[in-house]
């Protein structure tokens, strides 16, 4: 008697025995949309970066599964180190980016304690780490400027073929090096060279190692410059 007219005839229609419904309400509705939508975007990220990453991700495996019987003999520190290593030449053999690698090394030794969080951030102290992000951000606000664009066609051109892109990179690099520290010729050259190779239709791969032995050679011609080397 005391229930009303709508929930007397809800109270009605359930069977002895069966469970009471469920009312939706729009706030389940939403939430419900919202976890879904949140699986789906988890699961493609997912399946994006295992379909990029999967010949990585296998080949480290099986890299590691190899070596394990020999890195396990190694005492503890040796043994991450190695097998980090390991780690690392894969990911820049699959052309991932070497800093991204060099960060992701430093850090996976320093959680394991094989360096100290000292020993980590000392190397960001380096006059030669300095230099190259400093000139790194120097050449990415010329190449904002349009001001790369000009120093490409002044200094290196528009050579036909491969051996004169090599020549016409090689000559102003040596005279520059030649009375500057190398490390900050190279970081300068590095998108310079890229941009200019990718508008010559030469790989930039095959333009950035001779610019490395280009500012090291250039730095042995005089007493100012330094033969320094850069990853």
């Given at each position: 008697d005391e229930?009303?007219?709508?929930s007397r005839s809800e109270h009605e229609r359930m069977k002895p025995g069966?469970?009471?419904?469920?009312?939706?309400?729009?706030?389940?509705?939403?939430?419900?949309a919202v976890s879904t939508k949140a699986v789906t975007a988890t699961t493609d990220t997912v399946s994006g970066v295992w379909g990029e990453h999967k010949a990585l991700v296998l080949s480290t495996a099986a890299a590691l599964a190899l070596l394990a019987p020999v890195l396990l003999?190694?005492?503890?520190?040796?043994?991450?180190?190695?097998?980090v290593l390991v780690v690392a030449l894969l990911q820049m053999a699959f052309d991932m980016p070497p800093d991204q690698v060099l960060l992701?090394?430093?850090?996976?030794?320093?959680?394991?304690g094989v360096l100290g969080l000292k020993d980590v951030l000392e190397g960001f102290s380096s006059?030669?780490?300095?230099?190259?992000?400093?000139?790194c951000a120097v050449a990415k606000g010329v190449q904002c400027t349009g001001?790369?664009?000009l120093l490409a066609r002044v200094l290196l051109g528009r050579p036909k073929g491969h051996m004169w892109a090599m020549v016409r990179l090689l000559l102003p690099v040596l005279a520059i090096s030649a009375f500057m520290n190398n490390t900050p010729v190279c970081a300068m050259f590095m998108p310079i060279v890229s941009s200019w190779a990718s508008s010559l239709g030469i790989p930039?791969?095959?333009?950035?190692?001779?610019?490395?032995?280009?500012?090291?050679l250039g730095?042995?011609?005089?007493?100012?410059?330094?033969?320094?080397?850069i990853v």
């Open positions: 229930l009303g007219p709508s069966s469970a009471p419904l469920l009312v939706r309400s729009p706030l389940h509705d939403a939430l419900f003999r190694l005492p503890r520190k040796a043994g991450i180190t190695a097998a992701e090394s430093s850090v996976v030794l320093c959680l394991t006059d030669g780490v300095v230099a190259v992000g400093v000139m001001g790369l664009e930039a791969t095959q333009m950035l190692m001779p610019l490395s032995f280009a500012t090291m730095g042995t011609l005089s007493l100012i410059g330094s033969s320094t080397n």
